[in-house]
């Protein structure tokens, strides 16, 4: 709910902007504003994935997506994200957030997302999207037949597969229960 004003202004925006193709980019200009920042000075951790949520919000919404999917009754669900930082974005700091699809599988789309300032990467990160509809997943076949297929040199980088088999859980059907690993 933080950031629930803000979506709905960024959502507002997005569909005012020029329309865009899925298979392209969305760049954002965006500031680091007071409600980002921690106690270091400097936008939360934990933010960024929020945060990214804007960006991808305009590209689906400028690339017609987000209307489609939803008109279904659709919900993007995140499944598997991760991040990496360079260098810390400051109270009122200006920057991009620059938003692409990387690809797909047999289980989610993919993006790529980074927060850039002055055409210098400060943080990247790449997310598994899957979408949900009546309780299940939807297939790609589905997607496709609403979104359009993608270009066929749109391939998922080779150690996209691995990381998201590293890093996924067992599927809601089964069990998952807790305990560390060593």
Not at 111 to 116: G, P
Not at 127 to 147: C, D, H, T, W, Y
Not at 160 to 177: E, Q, Y
Request: a positive charge; aromatic letters at 12%.
């Amino acid at each position: 709910m933080h950031l629930f004003l803000r979506t709905l202004l960024h959502l507002f925006f997005a569909s005012r902007r020029a329309p865009l193709s899925l298979w392209g980019h969305s760049s954002v200009r965006m500031r680091a504003w007071p409600t980002d920042i921690d106690i270091a000075g400097h936008i939360n951790n934990g933010m960024y994935f929020s945060l990214m949520d804007l960006g991808r919000f305009d590209l689906m919404i400028r690339a017609g997506m987000w209307k489609k999917i939803r008109a279904k009754g659709w919900t993007p669900v995140m499944s598997a994200e991760t991040i990496s930082f360079r260098k810390s974005l400051e109270l009122w700091q200006r920057y991009t957030m620059e938003s692409r699809v990387l690809g797909f599988d047999e289980r989610a789309m993919y993006f790529e997302q980074c927060m850039v300032v002055d055409g210098e990467i400060y943080a990247r990160a790449f997310m598994a999207m899957r979408l949900v509809g009546g309780g299940k997943p939807v297939s790609n076949e589905e997607l496709f037949a609403v979104i359009g297929q993608p270009p066929a040199d749109l391939v998922l980088p080779e150690w996209i597969h691995g990381w998201r088999n590293d890093v996924a859980l067992p599927s809601t059907r089964k069990a998952a229960p807790f305990g560390w690993i060593r």
